[in-house]
């Protein structure tokens, strides 16, 4: 995978262009959910707490640190998550860029509300881990992959969707190249970590993944 070529995408005028307006939208949002709502957001956190195993240790630790960081990390995870979503009307035009401009690939036409379905599920899993593990949070490192890994789970499949569905069969490109699918998908929701950069992570997870996937439907695997 060639440096040079992701560098050079991520700058891109017209993926830059498709990109920018998904944060956009999902920073303006959720800016104004958090904002109307926060009072709501916190006394759910603390009411969900109330009813989990260690919740009550944890609200402690809540009260010498704040709950406004809980919400700063919600919000931020709300953003992030929400990217793939918006993304799903503009991703088209980012894949099919790179593909002109390196890969050549005959290309079909795939339905928008299949991206959206795609999308849908990746935060519903994304949700649902969230619930049951909310605790790796308040380990410190810990929480660090913790993150990635739930950034991982909602952006796969929908990265691999976006990248693959206009040339391969995705479900079964996906059942091949799973374990490496993974491991990118993984490793570069550290970018999400970044200052400034961040705000481009799902373009660049996109951009990553989009070359890798190109590349084995280049090569014939359908």
């Known amino acids: 995978m060639n440096v040079k070529y992701i560098l ?4 891109d005028r017209e993926i830059l262009k498709y990109s920018l307006l998904p944060l956009f939208i999902s920073v303006v949002f959720w800016g104004v ?4 709502f926060s009072g709501d957001i916190e006394h ?3 009411s969900y707490l109330s009813h989990v195993p260690f919740g009550e240790s944890i609200k402690s630790l809540l009260a010498k640190i704040g709950t406004g960081l809980v919400l700063v990390v919600l919000y931020y995870e709300a953003v992030i998550v929400s990217i793939s979503l918006i993304s799903s009307f503009f991703v088209d035009k980012v894949v099919l860029r790179i593909n002109e ?3 050549n690939l005959p290309t079909k036409e795939v339905p928008l509300i299949d991206g959206i379905v795609v999308s849908l599920k990746g935060v519903f899993y994304f949700l649902l881990v969230l619930i049951f593990t909310f605790y790796f949070f308040f380990i ?3 929480n660090l992959f ?3 890994f739930l950034f991982a789970i909602s952006s796969k499949k929908p990265l691999i969707f976006d990248t693959v569905s206009h040339f391969c069969d995705y479900k079964k490109f996906e059942k091949k190249h799973n374990l490496p699918l993974w491991v990118i998908v993984y ?3 550290f970018v999400y970590f970044i200052p400034i950069v961040s705000l481009f992570g799902y373009t660049l997870q996109l951009i990553v993944v989009s070359h890798y996937s190109l590349k084995k439907c280049k090569e014939g695997e359908k």
């Open 8 to 11: 050079n995408d991520l700058f």
């Open 33 to 36: 959910v958090f904002y109307v």
């Open 44 to 46: 759910l956190i603390l």
């Open 101 to 103: 401009k390196y890969y």
């Open 140 to 142: 410190p490192v810990v």
């Open 146 to 148: 913790y993150q990635a």
């Open 187 to 189: 490793l570069t929701s």
